[in-house]
């Protein structure tokens, strides 16, 4: 593992993305970061994180030649990475969100990007980014649904040593993507998905209110929810949010 420490930069992806073009990375280079200034999420969504206290990263990995129709797998396994390592902090009622949040109760504590580059229908090489509330405490009223690891536990961390657990817990959830293991991978991963089976009011892309319940992940890592009518129905990313 080779790690790059910065001091500010405006998205830890974005170089590593930046630096993968121009050079032969090291299979798990880690960029990390004690501010960014333009972190991102899912859907050009933004990443706010108060300078020094939280874990705001990318790994690039690039040890496994996975077909594109398998991507959700890829998902499942580094969602579920973050989520070993922060199951043994003592976080109260962990889950991880669809596609790959990670929540304590109905509050974000980390959120996930994987960045794909794909050739002859298989993805050969993965940029993941991530941005962990670590020991931040104050959030701005607008996020008021994020949370962090010491406001929910009460305990400064030491980032670097959260920061080489996670690594290597992406290395071993990776190697079970590597050895086929997708029943696996699929099964933890449902096994801990947030509202999985509980009767939820959401919401479409058109503001409109329906009940459902989640009943899991589609082929191609879309969200099945099965509706009023007991019919299912599939949703990409952003057609649907919880109300």
């Not at 040890?63 to 973050?82: R, W």
């Not at 991880?96 to 996930?112: F, L, R, T, Y």
Request: with cysteine.
């Amino acid at each position: 593992m080779k790690l790059i420490k910065l001091n500010a930069i405006d998205s830890t992806s974005s170089f590593l993305k930046e630096l993968a073009q121009n050079s032969a990375l090291e299979n798990y280079t880690v960029v990390v970061t004690r501010e960014q200034t333009k972190g991102r999420g899912q859907q050009a969504n933004s990443w706010i994180s108060e300078s020094s206290k939280n874990l705001t990263m990318s790994v690039f990995i690039n040890d496994f030649n996975l077909e594109i129709h398998h991507q959700k797998y890829l998902n499942f396994a580094i969602s579920l990475a973050i989520f070993d390592v922060l199951s043994t902090k003592k976080i109260e009622k962990l889950s991880i969100k669809w596609p790959n949040d990670i929540m304590s109760a109905n509050k974000k504590i980390c959120g996930i990007l994987v960045e794909n580059s794909i050739r002859n229908s298989k993805i050969y090489t993965s940029i993941v980014g991530m941005g962990l509330n670590v020991n931040q405490i104050k959030f701005p009223a607008f996020l008021e649904k994020a949370s962090s690891l010491k406001k929910i536990t009460n305990i400064n961390y030491n980032l670097d040593i959260l920061l080489l657990e996670i690594v290597y817990q992406i290395k071993y959830r990776v190697k079970l993507l590597i050895a086929k293991k997708y029943s696996e991978l699929e099964r933890d991963y449902l096994n801990v998905l947030y509202k999985k089976n509980i009767p939820t009011m959401f919401k479409d892309y058109n503001g409109v209110l329906f009940m459902g319940m989640i009943t899991g992940i589609s082929s191609t890592g879309n969200l099945q929810v099965q509706l009023e009518n007991e019919t299912t129905k599939e949703f990409r990313i952003k057609e649907i949010t919880i109300a």
